[in-house]
């Protein structure tokens, strides 16, 4: 059975920074692409960043380039999304999901970006 388990999100101020993990485990971790993705209140759901299975190419959307770095260790089944310079617009629920493995998620972490 697939589970995704996100966590690491919470309350911070303008400026602060959060760091997301998300657990992967009941498929083959480490030859999927994954995605975090996010969805704010009332809004769709937004790519914000993508890792290569190897974790050797990352893309990010052009809201959070050069703030967010996503990364992974597949010898832990575990992805991770370091979030910098957060801004009020980065407040949503951020999800985890493997590229072409169907249409899996978390049950996702809120992150709230507010002074």
């Known amino acids: 059975e697939v589970q995704l388990v996100e966590s690491g999100g919470g309350l911070v101020q303008p400026g602060g920074s959060l760091n997301l993990s998300c657990a992967a485990s009941?498929?083959?971790?480490?030859?999927?692409?994954m995605h975090w993705v996010r969805q704010a209140p009332g809004k769709g759901l937004e790519l914000v960043s993508q890792i290569s299975p190897r974790g050797d190419w990352t893309d990010y959307a052009d809201s959070v380039k050069g703030r967010f770095t996503i990364s992974r260790d597949n010898a832990k089944n575990m992805l991770y999304l370091q979030m910098d310079s957060l801004k009020p617009d980065d407040t949503a629920v951020y999800y985890c999901?493997?590229?072409?493995?169907?249409?899996?998620r978390g049950q996702g972490t809120q992150v709230t970006v507010s002074s």
């Open positions: 999901t493997p590229v072409g493995l169907g249409n899996y």
């Open positions: 009941g498929f083959k971790f480490n030859i999927y692409r």
